[in-house]
């Protein structure tokens, strides 16, 4: 906002506006000047339609603009040039991510000379300008700063031809006099002046009349009291001056006709613009979850993913989903590839087994055979072991009748089958097309894949961490009343490992090892291989052993080294207790505590990305947990931890189906690596509820404390007795106010005397009446108080014959009798409103000691 100064609207003339702070100095030039046709603006003076557009200052637009810009620029310049100068890959293509390590950990990365130069071709297409630019739409950030800083430099550029300081109204300039000038030198400098441009005698300028009035102005403002002394502590001479705020707006928008503009510009964004923005969101093709995966895939996993599924029907399941016929639907825009090839090298690297009704290929046939050499046929018959019968079809055109068709006997060495043993649950073309796709990097069969297939298998791949976990996580929750299997599990989570390491379901683990692409076939003469887990872990000969008998070199062996470094070796403790109890009954809610140590790294390290040369992205190692009660041959539950620390711990809740002996088994399976899952037996014991003792101890000083519910219950009952009693007090209040209308005056006053006297017998007869409950009080000692007698306050004192007055030691005893009526009098009222009010009276009632008439009163 711009604060600007303007004088009070009451010294404006119905043609000029006169300012103490105006954006121009005030004219101290000599006559002649004045009288030039130099624009008013220049002179301070505006006329008024000058004025509607002066009332607007301009410049505020361009001093926030141009302070809005340094803002917007400044950090976001910095960042971008930082980025454009030092490059980083994307985050799903950085192998020096951290992912999910401990704050302040050292991540170990994979050495091997595979990953390596995994995350030298990333940095290196990182470093490129064609890749700086694309990632992140730096190249439209780039565009747009530049823009930006073109409109700042114009903003500034305007900025420069702004008056830095505003003009201030000076009587002296104005008179064109010096400070400290006489009083005969200010009057005879106003007569000149004012003869000078007056309207009348100056009536070529039209600037005259403001000249005047402001000539006049500046003489007041030095002659006249009050108006100097405004002038000396405000600095105008019609006293403190008005402030003006203007909104930081161009002068074009808040005019007429562009402000209707702009407001109907904002009326049809925000009814139409944005209604329709929340339509289309709504309305949107892909509806992603908090892990990344489409609504409508995980609705159909929801309903396909049975008991009966197994790992090799995983390639096909997670081709379904939606996400992988989008990437199909785009490899199919760009020409679809070349899958003739691909499935060729399939059907020769594993083909389907010959068996009636698959159409095979027939090859390398000799003698009269040889013309069929080429062609397809269908297996009809089996005759023997290696012999089989098929049904030639014609060359061309399509089978109308019987004759155009013939049955050959030929060998199997001479039958090859067209289709692939790739397993596929569904019929759609489209998700065969994946799951091919899938089996072929699970066969590492890459170099019969053209540029389209791989840059969908890659796509494809990215997103198999998050869409996989949501099938294990699926299949472990079950299907209605179904629980999941430990099996369908345990495929997907195979499945899995076997896409990241490009395996087939049940190849061999060692097969993970860099440089190792084949094994030797086991004979009875050699010894066997070692186990995955006995060279990671060095045992059983280790490394040497797999080096020499795969004749391995030296630097594939540092490689082989390196490996071993960064494979998991996890350890796995695992618990059963209820927490703050001692013992486990049946119906407790138990907790089962896994506790995961990579034994491989040392305090203070993380695991970096695995070692996966054929995956097209980093991917962290996380492990599954799976709880089987192999007794009850039911799965119980599983739980995913993505923590790549040294010490990973999770928790699995349960509640105890049953008492007695329970002999669970924990898994812990990693998704990465296969042949490094570990297990543990869990063995605890479960009794019953009456077995238990459960009792809860309550300290004393709690044992009072009542619940939130409990006090709003007593609140209710106490308001219901009140109200109870009111009712029951309600028609006997009602009738005696009744009775008493009913009399008169007289009556009334004859009815209070006696309803005294009954008031003073019943208080003495109640004294006389001992209570039930307490023992009768005792009289008070003679020298104390006078023998107790049976009082009668209903009968009158005798009077005495003669007339004559008792003496003044007799009068006592009058007067305390009297106070004591009085106190009992009020303390039959108290009761008996209490009583009317709770319905009991205290115990702590008020006590009047009638001493001289010996009685102890309640």
Known sequence: LKLVKLLPSSHFTPHLRLGARTRARAPSAPDPALRTRAPAAAMGIFTREEEELHVYDADAFFYFAAVMLLVILLPWSCCLGRRLAHPRPPKEADYDARGRAPKGATVRRCKTSFMEAKRER?????????????????????????????????????????????????????????????????????????????????????????????????????????????????????????????????????????????FLCSFFSVMIGAPLTVVLCCLRGTKMYAQGVSEDTLRMYNAVITSEFRAEDGPGLYAASKECRLFGLLAGAHGGGDMGRMVKAMGAHKPT??????WVLVRNAAGERAELNGRRVIIRKQLSDTMWRVEVLPKEGNVTGPGQTLFKDMPASELWSVEPMAPCPFSDTPIRRGTAILWSHMWRLHRHMDGVIQTELSQMLSASPDIIRAMVTIAARGKGDRWGT?????????????????????????????????????NGKSPPLPTLREVVRGENGGIKALVDRLGLKPEQRLDIEAFCRHAPVMELEAKVEVLDEADIANGDLATLTVNLTRTNLDEGEAVGPVHAPLFPTPKFEEWWVLLYDAKARRFQAAQNVQGTGRKEQ??????????????????????????????????????????VNREIFVHPVDANIKTLFEEIMDGLQGQDEESESEEEEWPANRAAA??????????????????????????????????????????????????????????????????????PAAEAPVEAKDDCKAQAKAQAKAKAKALARTGSVSDSDSDCDAEHEGVFHR
């Open 353 to 358: 087994p010959l068996a009636p009704g698959e």
């Open 650 to 691: 999770t928790k699995i809740r349960f509640i105890v189906p049953r008492s007695g002996d329970f002999r669970w088994t924990v898994y812990a399976m990693c998704d990465s690596y296969f042949g490094l899952d570990v297990e543990q037996e869990v063995n605890f014991k479960a009794l019953r509820k009456s077995q």
């Open 486 to 522: 430990l099996e369908t599990v345990r495929g997907l989570i195979q499945f899995q490992r076997a896409i990241v390491q490009a395996l087939d379901l049940d190849a061999d683990p060692l097969l993970q090892l860099p440089h190792v692409f084949a094994l030797p076939p086991a």
């Open 738 to 807: 009744a009775a008493a209308a009913t009399k008169t005056p007289a009556a009334k006053a004859e009815a209070v005397d006696d309803g005294d006297d009954d008031e003073d017998s019943d208080a003495s007869s109640g004294d006389e009446a001992p209570r039930k409950d307490k023992p009768p009080a005792k009289p008070r000692p003679a020298e104390a108080a006078p023998a107790p007698q049976a009082p009668s306050l209903a009968a009158p004192s005798p009077e005495p014959e003669n007339g004559a007055s008792e003496e």
């Open 122 to 262: 990333s940095l290196e297409a990182a470093r490129a300008w064609r890749s700086r630019l694309t990632t992140g739409w730096a190249g439209l950030q780039l565009a747009a700063l530049v823009c930006l800083w073109i409109c700042f430099a114009l903003v500034a550029s305007r900025l420069a031809v702004t008056p830095s300081e505003l003009s201030v109204f000076d009587p002296y300039d104005i008179l064109g006099i010096d400070r400290g000038a006489s009083m005969s030198q200010i009057k005879k400098a106003y007569r000149t002046k004012s003869l000078a441009h007056h309207p009348d005698k100056d009536r070529e300028n039209p600037l005259a009349p403001a000249l005047f009035q402001q000539i006049t102005k500046a003489y007041a403002a030095l002659t006249d009291d009050a108006a100097r002394a405004n002038y000396e502590k405000y600095g105008n001479p019609d006293g403190p001056s008005q402030m003006k705020v203007g909104i930081a707006l161009h002068p074009d928008i808040v005019s007429t006709r562009q402000s209707r503009l702009m």
